[in-house]
């Protein structure tokens, strides 16, 4: 926690040794600075500012009209309190990934003294001040400083009648559309991006036609159009339409694989839709409100992930400076849309008209049938060991390399890198029979190397026919499956430890907080907090936790009802088994995702465990992997969207309603995409499905439920995989070892994170490789690291803009190319669009090793 500083009002004077006639002190008052020495004092300030050694707060210079808020608090801060912030930011942020180098070293020096600074007595006082004030009242990142304001106006309205029109009706829309083409492939999907862009005409226009009519009531009068559409409502519209623009309701894929196509469960009815839908989505949210504590108010938790966000909102809503920034002095409006422009052109070519330049397996067009050169080097059945690998900013985003930090960028893809090389070495062993079937695939294999028939092995009743197991043959995962399920089995329990180490003191004294806000209603949530955006805060109304625990209870009553009054097959204790593990790993999930921008992810573990616990089910599996998923997707998800909030200063019970309503939307409306689905698409998820409703992803879970609920983990672990379930033990007793060598031993890896490097480890997952995310770590070493290290000003300016920019031209290029060419059927057929997928690496079923006719491979018996 950071502790509480009072503000001092001494003058700055006694510190300053000005030369007399460029700073005086009035006789009159001597304790006070009159208008003239402050002044003197900012312009000073401003031309240290331009010192190479201030190049980290470069970004003031920026907009000089904010910054003079804290020119005017440097005027009545002492030198004694600065250097208390000061030595409270190094403690504070001593293993701080997000907290620059050159600044920790800068304030090391202050710290220290004027001699060991050696700049000089002015230039020390100066910057002691600078630094000390913008740490207090502004932000020590200077990401963080591009996108949020040091100050608030309480005044400006925000929940208005026309951000909440807007924000349930987009958030309908965009639900909707969401729900429905995931189904489908290729699908398509309205991202938060391009609702944001779509809402601002929608807001502007609504300015224009809404009557000023209005009421009042207790003396305030509230009014359907409240003037200038302003960034508060542009903010809780987002909020708002971020509910319906994320990930598909998993919930979806559910009922779908309990069609008639997959399970044949007639029972499914409206009302065990809506309750397990409602339990699943406001779970969620009730578990989001109570970690505020964790992951929300700490100024430590940055969430980079949701900078650019913001930063699209500040560009289409608030004015800018029009000063050069390096050279540069086109405004972040016009930027965006000339790129946003530019992409939209520019991703016809590998989205539709040259599809090789997405997927670059330039390597593999050497020797297309060469099977070893497509096995190590291939983007879609090999492992993607190429130099460049994609001309497409689809691709080359996805792993967000403008928003996530460069250390967390190179440390994932260190890791991946590693597990690469590891599964080249073991796949030419043949390793667990690994070189009989694809090396990197998410298809499960019979002991021919075919897919695998799960319904080959099942009663009527879904229940495992072992006599039909012992006939037919054990399931079988790719290598990479195998690298993906052992370093995540790992990596749950190593996050746990590791993070409780590290973060012990944060995690205690907020669990403190919230123990004594439920005993003490009256008690602020922000009391612990002493940064800037919790004491502006502070003074609005807050939601009590109490009511997040009501939603919480309610949520999770509807969920033990859907169980219970419709024949699944599922205990009620076994769901809350599987909640009370993924709650236990929340925290450090939370607070790994607040920092690095990476999200764990429960999905696995839920059907891990209920595999063990509800042997032989398949429907009592796939419920518990729902309630797995949503712990964290769902939670984390609203978490952000509440840091959102805080840092636009939007009323705290404005938060909760916003998201309520659009919580209660979103569940109607995937109700009712859901319906549309199963009474208007003929012949839904067949393979041959006309209109491309192939259902890819409930196919995946479908095989994955039988697999792990049916035959179970425990079969599977102890005929096949073994080593699997030892990874949870090597992941708890490794996480000490790597948090004390790295604390005692390796304190110059300052960078080096292992819970990001182990996630590398679990990218090679769904057939995911190293082609998704070589370019993404060239961009971010370019940007996150060169640019921003030595153009600090313009990565400020421009970064957020740009990322925003690509996102929202590629999603209207891909609306656009779906309505126009796949619609209709239309394809363009040459060289570029066939040579990707024309050889070894193309056709996906490429294998070290091959069978003849007859043969098989794995053990002679399995049970």
């Known amino acids: 926690m950071e502790p509480k500083l009072e503000p001092s009002l001494t003058s700055a004077a006694d510190d300053f040794a000005f030369p007399k006639e460029s700073f005086r002190t009035s006789p009159e008052k001597p304790e006070t600075i009159e208008i003239e020495e402050i002044q003197n004092l900012r312009q000073r300030t401003i031309e240290r500012l331009h010192a190479p050694e201030n190049k980290e707060l470069g970004d003031l210079l920026e907009d000089l009209d904010r910054a003079q808020y804290l020119f005017d608090i440097m005027a009545t801060m002492s030198i004694a309190e600065a250097l208390i912030v000061l030595n409270t930011a190094i403690e504070y ?101 391009t609702l944001q862009i779509l809402l601002y005409p929608c807001g502007k226009l ?41 990930a598909s309701n998993f919930m979806g894929y559910v009922l779908t694989m309990q069609l008639k196509r997959f399970f044949n469960q007639n029972w499914v009815s409206f009302g065990f839709i809506f309750l397990l839908n409602f339990s699943t989505q406001f779970f969620g949210f009730g578990l989001a409100g109570l970690l505020r504590r964790w992951v929300v108010y700490p100024s430590k938790a940055m969430w980079p992930s949701l900078l650019p966000t913001l930063m699209l909102n500040r560009t289409l809503l608030l004015p800018e400076s029009s000063r050069q920034t390096h050279g540069w002095k086109i405004s972040k409006y016009r930027f965006f849309f000339v790129i946003m422009a530019a992409m939209f052109v520019y991703f016809l070519l590998p989205g539709y008209a040259f599809t090789a330049l997405s997927t670059f397996n330039w390597i593999t067009w050497i020797q297309p049938n060469n099977k070893t050169l497509a096995i190590v080097t291939g983007s879609t059945l090999g492992l993607g060991f190429n130099p460049w690998t994609s001309f ?78 012992k006939a037919y043959s054990p399931p079988f995962i790719s290598l990479g499956y195998q690298m ?40 602020s949530n922000y009391e612990q907090f002493d940064d800037p955006i919790s004491r502006q805060m502070a003074k609005y109304s807050e939601v009590p936790d109490w009511w997040y625990a009501c939603i919480l209870s309610v949520s999770l009553l509807f969920g033990i009802l859907a169980c219970e009054l419709w024949p699944t097959n599922t205990p009620s204790w076994a769901v809350l088994v599987i909640i009370a593990v993924c709650i236990a790993l929340l925290i450090p999930s939370a607070i790994l995702m607040s920092v690095t921008g990476y999200q764990l992810g429960f999905n696995d573990i839920g059907i891990i465990l209920a595999g063990f616990m509800v042997k032989g089910h398949a429907i009592a ?14 939670a984390e998800s609203f978490i952000g969207d509440q840091k959102l909030g805080h840092y636009s200063k939007i009323p705290p ?81 490794s996480a000490p070892i790597a948090f004390y060598g790295r604390k005692r031993f390796f304190k110059q890896l300052q960078n080096f994170n292992p819970i990001l490097f182990l996630s590398g480890f ?48 590629v999603a209207f290029s891909a609306i656009f190319i779906f309505v126009a060419f796949y619609v209709s059927n239309t394809s363009l057929e040459w060289w570029g669009n066939r040579i990707a997928s024309s050889g070894v690496d193309g056709a996906r079923a490429a294998t070290l090793y091959t069978l003849e006719p007859g043969e098989f491979f794995g053990p002679l018996e399995w049970d």
Not at 514 to 520: L, P, T
């Open 484 to 523: 993906f399920y052992g370093s995540e089995f790992a990596l749950f329990t190593f996050t746990a430890v590791y993070i409780v180490l590290s973060e012990h003191r944060q995690i205690s004294e907020s669990f403190k907080g919230f123990v004594d806000s439920i005993k003490n209603r009256n008690r």
């Open 392 to 469: 497409d900013w689809a691709v080359i985003n996805y792993s967000n390399p403008l928003a996530v930090p460069f250390f967390s960028t190179a440390n994932r893809y260190a890791g991946m890198l590693v597990a690469g090389l590891i599964m080249i070495w073991l796949y030419w062993k043949n390793y667990n029979w690994s070189g009989y079937i694809p090396i990197n695939s998410n298809t499960t294999y019979n002991n021919r190397g075919q897919a695998y028939n799960a319904s080959a092995i099942i009663n009527d009743d879904l229940t495992l026919n072992i006599d039909k197991y």
């Open 621 to 634: 599996n796939m419920i518990c992997r729902v309630y797995g998923w949503n712990v964290d997707e769902q």
């Open 93 to 193: 942020h001593a293993d701080d990934y997000n907290f620059s180098s050159i600044t920790r070293d800068k304030i090391t020096m202050l710290v220290q003294g004027e001699e060991v600074y050696g700049l000089g007595h002015e230039a020390y006082l100066i910057d002691t001040l600078l630094e000390a004030t913008t740490m207090k009242y502004h932000s020590p990142y200077p990401e963080v400083r591009a996108i949020c304001d040091p100050t608030d106006n309480p005044d400006l309205p925000c929940e208005t009648f026309r951000a909440y029109f807007l924000g349930i009706l987009w958030v309908a829309i965009g639900a909707f559309i969401n729900e429905l083409f995931s189904f489908r492939q290729p699908n398509l999907k309205l991202r938060s991006t």
């Open 206 to 246: 609504l300015q224009r036609l809404i009557p000023n009519w209005g009421l009042k009531l207790r003396g305030q009068r509230y009014s359907l159009n409240q003037g200038e559409w302003n960034m508060k409502e542009q903010m809780l519209t987002t909020l708002m339409v971020n509910v319906g623009s994320g």
């Open 762 to 809: 679990t990218r090679f997952e769904s057939a995911y490789n190293l082609s998704y995310y070589t370019p993404g770590l060239q961009i971010s070493f370019m940007f996150m690291y060169i640019i921003r290290r030595r153009y600090l000003a313009w990565w400020t300016k421009y970064n957020y803009v740009l990322t925003a920019a690509l996102s929202a031209g």
């Open 653 to 733: 019970r404005a938060m909760f309603r916003c998201q309520l309503v659009a919580t209660l939307v979103q569940v109607f409306v995937t109700i009712g995409a859901l319906q549309v689905l199963r009474r208007s698409i003929p012949d839904l998820c067949s393979t041959t499905q006309a209109d491309r409703f192939v259902c890819t992803f409930p196919h995946s879970l479908y095989t994955a439920t039988l697999v792990w609920g049916v035959v179970g983990p425990e079969r599977t672990f102890n005929s096949l995989y073994p080593i699997l379930k030892w990874c949870f033990l090597i992941g708890a007793l």
